[in-house]
């Protein structure tokens, strides 16, 4: 069997590693995809400043869902990098660790190819009688340069960012944050720099810009200026109303899906048992950041059961959101994704110290109510929906403000996708990304049907794994996936 996965940062790097483990790997053909620069690392934790953190403690970061210390251990063992306050390492030696392991499996295994070109086209063109279908995958423009598959895992990483005030090409504007140490490369010292975002992108920026730029201060800004909430001390967590039995139970007599309403008193319950008041954490900001930002530092052990609640509840969202009408999804986005967002993922107490130490020395500025942005003569001009804000004048914006999540918002930056559904290999979700098969990750065609043998995992697929981009939450798809894959072997070898 020919397989290929198209994609090699964590989602690709995972579906390997899976591969690897079983005994008939050795009967398969595997060909990885991914230009150099991100080979084995992905954009999220490609090379980039040290002073980028992983929001995660390092002992708790892993590919391996049986031991959280891994990546831990790694980072001990190896002699490239010693950092004097390791608890949050920096972004890029995850991604060492990550291609620490692609390195080792292409010394090992000589079915294993590595193929260091972007994929510029991926179709199938099967006869019109035939549903058994064969997958082409294309590095360059010329459809005859191609390879045949029998077995795609589409693990491409995020979508390209935002634009939201159509800035894209205007001089001065910075359409992506990443890799942050080339961010100030064609910006002058006197420039004015805002920063467009309030998320952990945007606080990447900050840190970057604040320790390199002469010009201070930085403008953070955004419609509500929320920030991420501070990691806490985080506590294991097991539920027992929000579960698959009681959500079987309720399904029963509500044609099949469980009520919005329903849902959140079950989750509700878990907050009681672990003596959380929901309701005041999530009304606890009062706009005021320092204070805000301290409330979360000072109250670490309260906010880090809170959080370990809330990263539950996401690991847990595949079966939870897809037992949820679409009304009730949409209702869901309205009223409780914003929420998950501010308190999941959470800032390192370290980005929080230094943000209230660039406020008070009057090096950042963090300000809502952002209206719209407009470009003219090599400047601009931020107007606020705010009386008391006057419109601000800038040389430089950096757009923190997170990557696409529909189909529909699409542009070339994210090519591939588009020929994809161009050919109606995959279609769109109306929640976000494409469709799939939630419990397989099976691409779902408007041509072709359910595709068996096309796995999508990744931010892609957010319409239907709502918010479970997380590591540990991707390597958990993969898991999942995989095993499959091995019995469609076993099913075309009886067949030959």
């Not at 391996?64 to 010693?82: G, P, V």
């Not at 992108?201 to 800004?221: E, F, G, K, Q």
């Amino acid at each position: 069997m020919r397989v290929a996965i198209i994609g090699m940062g964590t989602a690709g790097v995972s579906v390997l590693r899976q591969l690897v483990k079983h005994e008939d790997f050795s009967k398969l053909k595997v060909d990885v995809y991914d230009d150099a620069k991100n080979m084995g690392q992905g954009v999220p934790f490609q090379n980039d400043s040290s002073e980028l953190l992983i929001n995660m403690p390092s002992k708790k970061m892993s590919l391996n869902l049986d031991d959280d210390e891994e990546f831990w251990k790694w980072y001990q063992q190896q002699t490239e990098f010693d950092f004097p306050n390791p608890q949050y390492l920096p972004r890029f030696v995850f991604g060492h660790y990550m291609k620490s392991h692609l390195s080792r499996y292409d010394q090992q295994y000589e079915n294993l190819t590595i193929i260091n070109d972007k994929v510029q086209e991926i179709f199938t063109n099967s006869n019109v009688d035939d549903t058994k279908l064969k997958y082409y995958v294309c590095t360059c423009e010329d459809d005859k340069e191609w390879r045949e598959y029998d077995y795609l895992f589409l693990t491409f990483g995020t979508f390209s960012y935002h634009d939201p005030y159509h800035l894209k090409g205007k001089k001065g504007y910075i359409q992506t944050p990443y890799p942050t140490y080339n961010t100030l490369d064609h910006v002058d010292d006197s420039d004015r720099i805002a920063i467009i975002g309030t998320g952990l992108a945007s606080l990447d920026a900050v840190r970057y810009v604040a320790a390199h730029h002469p010009n201070l201060p930085i403008t953070m800004t955004s419609r509500s200026a929320s920030l991420p909430s501070v990691r806490g001390k985080m506590i294991d967590i097991q539920f027992t109303h929000l579960t698959k039995d009681h959500f079987n139970g309720i399904k029963e007599n509500n044609y099949g899906n469980v009520p919005i309403d329903k849902a959140v008193a079950l989750f509700l319950k878990e907050c009681e048992d672990y003596e959380i008041d929901f309701q005041r954490l999530v009304n606890r900001r009062t706009g005021h950041h320092i204070k805000d930002l301290q409330f979360d530092l000072n109250n670490e052990t309260e906010m880090g059961v809170f959080q370990s609640i809330i990263e539950h509840l996401k690991e847990n969202l595949d079966w939870i959101w897809n037992s949820l009408s679409l009304r009730d999804q949409e209702l869901f986005n309205q009223k409780y994704s914003k929420m998950i967002q501010l308190n999941s993922n959470p800032m390192p107490p370290r980005t929080a110290k230094l943000l209230i130490q660039l406020i008070e020395e009057g090096y950042l500025e963090i300000k809502k109510d952002l209206e719209d942005i407009q470009h003219d003569n090599n400047q601009f001009y931020l107007k606020f929906n705010n009386e008391d804000q006057e419109t601000e004048l800038f040389d430089v914006v950096i757009n923190a403000t997170g990557s696409k999540t529909h189909l529909g918002q699409l542009d070339e930056d994210d090519q591939l996708m588009l020929n994809l559904e161009n050919r109606q290999i995959v279609q769109r979700h109306p929640m976000g990304g494409i469709q799939i098969i939630p419990e397989t990750n099976q691409v779902i065609s408007p041509r072709y049907g359910t595709l068996t043998n096309v796995i999508a995992i990744g931010q892609m697929t957010n319409g239907v794994n709502k918010l479970r981009n997380g590591v540990k939450m991707i390597v958990d798809q993969v898991v999942n996936t995989v095993s499959h894959l091995y019995l469609t072997q076993k099913e075309m070898e009886k067949n030959r």
